[in-house]
C-alpha cells in the first residue's frame, strides 16, 4: 500500500518569498506522484506530475517539484510567492501496474498556504 | 469543453436517509472516480469505475454505491447515511486505457451534510 504524509499542515510566507511545501511518499513500487491545488470551494486542480521521466518536474504557475528517490520526497517549490497561491495543497500519490497507472490517487492531508502582503 | 460537471452542489440530509449524486466526465473520457473529502482532511478515494463496472475499490462500506451509464455518467448512491458521511464528494475522470499515467480531472464537489 501507499501513502504521503505532508510536513505541516500550515505554512505561512511573505508575497516575493520562497515557497516549499514538504510531500514524503511512501510506496513498494516505482510511484507517479502529484501535486494538485485546491481553492475555496473548488474542486481539485493538477500543478504537475512526476511520471519517471525527469526527476525535476515543472508545472503551472511557477511551481515545480523535485523527485528524490532516496528521501522519498516530493517537495513543491516556486521561487516567489504570489497572493494568489493563496490555496490549500495536496500531494498525492498513485502506483503503476505494468506500466499503466488506473488512477487510484492516494493523498496526504494538505497543506494550506497563506500569503502575506 | 464543459470540464466535469457535479449536481447537486449542496444536499442536505438527515441519518438514514438515502441520496444520489451525479457526475457527468469531461469530453473524451471514460472512466469515472470518486472520492470523499471531510474536512481538514485529503480526498480519499471511494471507487472507480470503467466501461460501467466497478474496476477498483476503497476501504469504503457496502452502503456505498456506484454506477455508469453507457454515456460514461455517473452516480455515486449512499444509503443509511450516518452523520459522518457529510464531506464534499468529488468526482474525477480520465482516459481508462492506454499505458502510462492518467491524469485526473476533478469536478467542484458535491457538499453533502448529514443532520
Known amino acids: 500500500a501507499q501513502s504521503v504524509t505532508q510536513l505541516g499542515s500550515h505554512v505561512s510566507v511573505s508575497e516575493g518569498a520562497l515557497v516549499l511545501l514538504r510531500c514524503n511518499y511512501s510506496s513498494s513500487v516505482p510511484p507517479y506522484l502529484f501535486w494538485y491545488v485546491q481553492y475555496p470551494n473548488q474542486g481539485l486542480q493538477l500543478l504537475l506530475k512526476y511520471t519517471s521521466a525527469a526527476t525535476l518536474v515543472k508545472g503551472i504557475n511557477g511551481f515545480e517539484a523535485e523527485f528524490k528517490k532516496s528521501e522519498t520526497s516530493f517537495h513543491l517549490t516556486k521561487p516567489s510567492a504570489h497572493m494568489s497561491d493563496a490555496a490549500e495543497y495536496f500531494c498525492a500519490v498513485s502506483v503503476s501496474a505494468g506500466g499503466t497507472s488506473y488512477g487510484k490517487l492516494t493523498f496526504g492531508q494538505g497543506t494550506i498556504l497563506t500569503v502575506h502582503p | 469543453d464543459a470540464g466535469v460537471t457535479q449536481s447537486p452542489t449542496h444536499l442536505i440530509k438527515t441519518r438514514g436517509q438515502q441520496v444520489t449524486l451525479r457526475c457527468s466526465p469531461k469530453s473524451g473520457h471514460d472512466t469515472v472516480s470518486w472520492y470523499q473529502q471531510a474536512l481538514g482532511q485529503g480526498p480519499q478515494f471511494i471507487f472507480q469505475y470503467y466501461e460501467e463496472e466497478e474496476r477498483q475499490r476503497g476501504n469504503f462500506p457496502d452502503r456505498f454505491s456506484g454506477h455508469q451509464f453507457p454515456n460514461y455518467s455517473s452516480e455515486l448512491n449512499v444509503n443509511a447515511l450516518l452523520l459522518g458521511d457529510s464531506a464534499l464528494y468529488l468526482c474525477?475522470?480520465?482516459?481508462?486505457?492506454?499505458?502510462?499515467?492518467?491524469?485526473?480531472?476533478f469536478g467542484p464537489g458535491t457538499r453533502l451534510t448529514v443532520l
Open positions: 474525477a475522470s480520465s482516459s481508462g486505457t492506454g499505458a502510462g499515467v492518467s491524469e485526473q480531472f
